[in-house]
């Protein structure tokens, strides 16, 4: 029993910085990107974001989700995360655009699932929609059709729609889902387990580093 639970000692020090198993630890160009310049797309003081660059038409962002969501169960306070919609033109754009209109309407929390759901699961909304067909959609969680029509063509949206394309380019976005560290590491990863264990290395690093006088 003592050796197994040595082994398990062992095995949680390899993702701690500063550690004898630093040897183990994630490394620059392999496990994430460093990012010249890079600052959190909403900087909050005494706190560590966590963005991700997503899609709803995305499949690997659908089945990223759930684990995404009880990872965040498990973050300390200081650990602020904040979802993306990627920018990248065409079909995409229609996909941040509802985002953002629904974020400014507080609709987020009640429909973000909802949309994953309705793309990849039910079908109720196809990977290309119309803007007519997105405020149907929407029409059905707290808002009308008209007034949620009406939210996507705020000059707010076209704002953040541009803040959230050049946070893209200025990350080096390859795709998506995408796990941003404070602005500062774009996570790498072979897997989503892998991509969620390089987070949680580079969050204790920030930690680490905002505490030191």
């Given at each position: ?149 009406a939210a996507m063509a705020e000059p707010k949206v076209e704002e953040q729609m541009r803040r959230a394309a050049a946070f893209a380019r200025a990350s080096g976005l390859e795709g998506t ?37």
């Amino acid at each position: 029993m003592k050796a197994l639970l040595t082994g398990f000692l062992l095995a949680a020090l390899a993702w701690l910085p500063g550690t004898a198993a630093a040897a183990d630890a994630p490394v620059s160009g392999r496990d994430y990107v460093e990012i010249p310049g890079g600052m959190p797309w909403a900087p909050k003081a005494g706190t560590i974001e966590v963005a991700e660059v997503f899609g709803y038409s995305c499949p690997h962002c659908a089945h990223l989700e759930p684990q995404l969501q009880a990872w965040k169960a498990q973050q300390k306070h200081d650990v602020n995360f904040v979802a993306i919609p990627a920018a990248f033109g065409g079909a995409w754009n229609g996909w941040a655009r509802a985002y953002f209109a629904a974020y400014n309407l507080g609709l987020v929390p009640r429909t973000h699932e909802a949309v994953f759901k309705a793309v990849h699961e039910t079908g109720m909304l196809p990977r290309n929609p119309s803007a007519q067909e997105l405020a149907a959609f929407y029409a059905g969680h707290g808002t009308s059709a008209d007034g949620f029509r009406a939210a996507m063509a705020e000059p707010k949206v076209e704002e953040q729609m541009r803040r959230a394309a050049a946070f893209a380019r200025a990350s080096g976005l390859e795709g998506t889902p995408t796990l941003i560290v404070d602005g500062r590491y774009r996570v790498l990863g072979h897997d989503f387990a892998e991509m969620l264990r390089i987070t949680d290395w580079l969050v204790a690093r920030e930690r680490q580093a905002q505490a030191r006088p």
